[in-house]
């Protein structure tokens, strides 16, 4: 098992504010319980599933490399990655799993997993937070998972709060041509040239500031509705 204790690397500094949007889906479709398998062409929050749609992103600041959806959903799941590289473990020292991203390998434990098939997923080291494991995060580093999800304005969730429980996991759960998941892209992708562009991670506003932490409390509640 990974140690939390010499995973955690906390970086302070200043960033852009995300508003909360709360944005929900429904399943797809469903594991075929014979086989255990995935079965259609799209993924359980709704993306289509097409390995055309999917490209090779560069984790900042990391060795690490993962498959993503192109476009906005790809950016914004990039920046989950960049950030918990940069704040709670490094994603490229073989510990943990690593990094997960886009699969073709259609065996899920959970309808949440298929979201890999479709590029719109990602799995930070899952190997040591693996499907329904016992280990969780320390509680600061829930508290900067709880920033970041308040950085992606509701369009990502996280394992933790799924069930089956994933620690490891997140996804885009806002719909394809989502304005919002356009809007937070726009922010946080840091190959844009745009001055609404949050700053890089690893120089992010403290999580642990009272009003990031009531803007993390007001989604976790809008998320668990």
Same mark, same amino acid.
């Given at each position: 098992?990974?140690?939390?204790?010499? %995973?955690?690397?906390?970086?302070?500094?200043? $960033?852009?504010?995300?508003?909360?949007?709360?944005? !929900?889906?429904?399943?797809?479709?469903?594991?075929?319980?014979?086989? $255990?398998?995935?079965?259609?062409?799209?993924?359980?929050?709704?993306?289509?599933?097409?390995?055309? !749609?999917?490209?090779?992103? #560069?984790?900042?600041?990391?060795?690490?490399?993962?498959? =993503?959806?192109?476009?906005?959903?790809?950016?914004?799941? =990039? #920046?989950?990655?960049?950030?918990?590289?940069?704040?709670?473990?490094?994603?490229?020292?073989?510990? &943990?799993?690593?990094?997960?991203?886009?699969?073709?390998?259609?065996?899920? $434990?959970?309808?949440?997993? !298929?979201?890999?098939?479709?590029?719109?997923?990602?799995? %930070?080291?899952? @190997?040591?937070?693996? %499907?329904?494991?016992?280990?969780? %995060?320390?509680?600061?580093?829930?508290?900067?998972?709880?920033?970041? =999800?308040?950085?992606?304005?509701?369009?990502?969730?996280?394992? &933790?709060?799924?069930?089956?429980?994933?620690?490891? #996991?997140?996804?885009?759960?806002?719909?394809?041509?989502?304005?919002? =998941?356009?809007?937070?892209?726009?922010?946080?992708? @840091? $190959?844009?040239?745009?001055?609404?562009?949050?700053?890089?991670?690893?120089?992010?506003?403290?999580?642990?500031?009272?009003?990031?932490?009531?803007?993390?409390?007001?989604?976790?509640?809008?998320? &668990?509705?």
């Amino acid at each position: 098992m990974i140690s939390r204790r010499g %995973l955690l690397r906390v970086a302070a500094g200043t $960033g852009v504010l995300a508003m909360v949007s709360g944005t !929900s889906i429904t399943s797809a479709s469903a594991i075929e319980p014979s086989t $255990g398998q995935w079965p259609g062409e799209v993924s359980a929050n709704g993306w289509r599933i097409d390995p055309d !749609s999917v490209t090779v992103h #560069h984790i900042q600041g990391s060795a690490a490399s993962l498959g =993503l959806r192109r476009g906005d959903a790809g950016a914004v799941l =990039l #920046h989950v990655a960049r950030r918990w590289h940069y704040e709670i473990a490094a994603l490229d020292t073989g510990e &943990g799993g690593g990094v997960t991203g886009h699969t073709t390998r259609r065996t899920v $434990g959970a309808d949440f997993e !298929s979201n890999h098939l479709s590029g719109t997923a990602v799995a %930070l080291h899952p @190997t040591a937070y693996p %499907l329904n494991g016992s280990e969780g %995060l320390w509680p600061y580093q829930e508290t900067i998972v709880r920033d970041i =999800l308040a950085d992606c304005d509701g369009t990502v969730v996280w394992g &933790g709060d799924l069930t089956p429980v994933k620690v490891s #996991h997140f996804h885009v759960v806002a719909r394809p041509g989502d304005r919002t =998941l356009a809007r937070v892209a726009a922010r946080l992708d @840091t $190959g844009r040239p745009t001055t609404l562009r949050s700053r890089t991670a690893g120089t992010v506003a403290d999580p642990a500031a009272p009003f990031r932490r009531s803007m993390a409390r007001r989604l976790q509640r809008a998320q &668990g509705d």
